[in-house]
């Protein structure tokens, strides 16, 4: 943190001036006080939470009146905080630069000691764990910014000559839950390997600048695939990719994984047409920390004993998954009509998308036994498996394909 402060040296004469040029503003000075001297103190740091009420206390501690406080922040995660205050003398200017700089010292210390240093154990916690898996960060070339969340940033990038995307935390972010996330997410990205699930590739854990990189997935997500279209899917394709999420989140849950954020926006295409599941950021291991009840996800997917912060387990991706169904048999977004809020209300009333015209009454139905309000009606991912590979089958006998022709099919209709 750095610090700069002006003198803004008010007395009787200057007073009288400024009440006739600006009609009593902040600055003025009461007629009994003969001298007054203002100073003005910036403040240059890291932007994080209750950083304004911390300085602000800091000053009050030291014995300033706060006239005046603006704060100014960049989008890359930095602060500018001024502050205009009085209640130290002009002749000992030095004696207040001073008294700043030493509480500043104490208190960075107490602010930041227990949140950066559990960081820094958690952080200390994965190099281990990330092994040889821990990226050369000189071999790594940054692209394209292709998406922004609210404490990272996701890059198309190379490493070591091989295309990956690149998921950055923020400066900003290194304290706190966003470390946690970041942790979490390296612990379990480096113990999963499936055909249906963003392949990992490294992560930076050691400072200025943490990252993973995964796989890049040329052909992006299902949630921007189904923007672009002007039509609803084949079956057989829609039920081609609900396989690939199937299989995907069943290996997640026989590894005791609930990913807690199902969506099309996480599901991913390579330049095969596979779909692969993504995003950990905000996945748990189901025997980790006991019961889960924190509202985790995101709304318009979100399982009702979710929303209600009620003890939940993988039973809530399934709810997640009934949900991309939908989005797959319609191209549409769930609960367009309504913003996230009023979605997550009306679906803890019983509310659901609904149902699509024109859609097999067998996915319609597991669709619907996917988004019952009691989790123990749900089906499992195993079950849910198997009805598609028969209802799959089924189809492309009805139409008469082979495997080998529904995968030119899938082709066709994906580059149209």
Known sequence: MKFEYVNLDVGEDTK???????????????????HIPIHEIIFSTLDKPKLLSQLSALLSDIGLNIREAHVFSTTDGFSLDVFVVDGWTVEDTDGLHLKIETTIARSEGSWSSSSHSSAAKKILAVQPIIGDLEIDIRLLKMGENIASGSCGDLYHGSYN?????????????????????FAQEVRILREVQHRNVVRFVGACTKPPQFCILTEYMPRGSLYDLLRRRDKNLEVSLLLKFALDVCNGMDYLHQN?????????????????????VADFGVARF??????????TGTYRWMAPEVINHQAYDQKADVFSFAIVLWELATSKLPYEKKTPLQAAVGVRQGDRPELPENTHPKLLALMQRCWEADPTLRPSFSEIGIELEELLKEVQGSEGTSQQDGRSRVKQELDE
């Open 16 to 34: 009288e001036k400024e009440d006739k040029e600006r009609d009593d503003e902040v600055l003025s000075v009461r007629h009994d006080v003969a």
């Open 286 to 295: 189901q025997n980790q920390a006991g019961v889960m009840t924190a509202e």
């Open 161 to 181: 000559g091989q295309e990956v995307a690149i998921k950055v935390l923020r400066s900003a972010h290194l304290n706190g839950p966003s470390i946690e996330e």
């Open 256 to 276: 005791n994984i609930i990913h807690r954020d199902l969506k099309t926006a996480n599901l991913l295409m390579d330049n095969n047409n596979v779909v692969k």
